[in-house]
Structure formats: structure tokens, C-alpha cells
Nanobody, 125 residues
Framework: QEQLVESGGGLVQAGGSLRLSCAAS????????MAWFRQAPGKEREFVVG??????????ADSVKGRFTISRDTAKNIAYLYLQMNSLKPEDTAVYYC????????????????WGQGTQVTVSS
């Protein structure tokens, strides 16, 4: 059974940095897409950044391009997904989720069938 567990959220001042981690297990990861989404209070869940596992190709939402960086690693059948967030803004405040899809290069949340529990990121002004 697929399982995704995020960690690394917290409270940070505007302009600061945080690094989120996601550990995924329960399948092979050679042909998946993984992504980070976020959901702010009262708003819909939105795509942040995705990575095609086999090629390492990445694609970002315009709102985070140049500030956030996604990366990946694997060890002992566990896939690790990271999100380095720099120059954080109050509007980045949200619950961040990692997600897993068998579709390549997608941004649509409906294509992602496995989700973590989320980790809260709060950016104070």
C-alpha cells in the first residue's frame, strides 16, 4: 500500500526559508510523477511543483518559480521528495501536500491518487 508522509513545516518570517520532506513507500517509483500541492484557508488546493521521477524533469507554478526547488532521492525502496522554499512570502502560507501520480507531467490534482497528510507552513509578515 502506498504511503506518503510529509515533514518539515513550521513558522518562518517573510524572506526566510524552509525545507519540506516527503517519504513515499509501497511501490516502485521508476515511472511516477510526484508533486507538491498546497491549500490555504478558504482556497482550493493548488499545484506548486512536480517532478517526473525517471528523468528528473521539473515544472513549477509561476508563483513559486525562482524561489522553490524540488528534488528527489531514493534509498532502500523509499522515495524521498524535497521542497526547498526560499524567499518565503505570507501568501505562501498553506498546508503543503506531497502527491503521487502515474500520469506523466500532470498538474491536475485529479491525476494524483496518493496523498500525504499535509504539513503546515506559516509565513509571518
Amino acid at each position: 500500500q502506498e504511503q506518503l508522509v510529509e515533514s518539515g513545516g513550521g513558522l518562518v518570517q517573510a524572506g526566510g526559508s524552509l525545507r519540506l520532506s516527503c517519504a513515499a513507500s509501497g511501490r516502485t517509483f521508476s515511472s511516477v510523477t510526484m508533486a507538491w500541492f498546497r491549500q490555504a484557508p478558504g482556497k482550493e488546493r493548488e499545484f506548486v511543483v512536480g517532478i517526473t521521477w525517471s528523468s528528473g524533469g521539473t515544472y513549477y507554478a509561476d508563483s513559486v518559480k525562482g524561489r522553490f526547488t524540488i528534488s528527489r532521492d531514493t534509498a532502500k525502496n523509499i522515495a524521498y521528495l524535497y521542497l526547498q522554499m526560499n524567499s518565503l512570502k505570507p501568501e505562501d502560507t498553506a498546508v503543503y501536500y506531497c502527491a503521487l501520480s502515474d500520469a506523466s507531467g500532470t498538474r491536475w490534482s485529479g491525476d494524483f491518487h496518493a496523498w500525504g497528510q499535509g504539513t503546515q507552513v506559516t509565513v509571518s509578515s
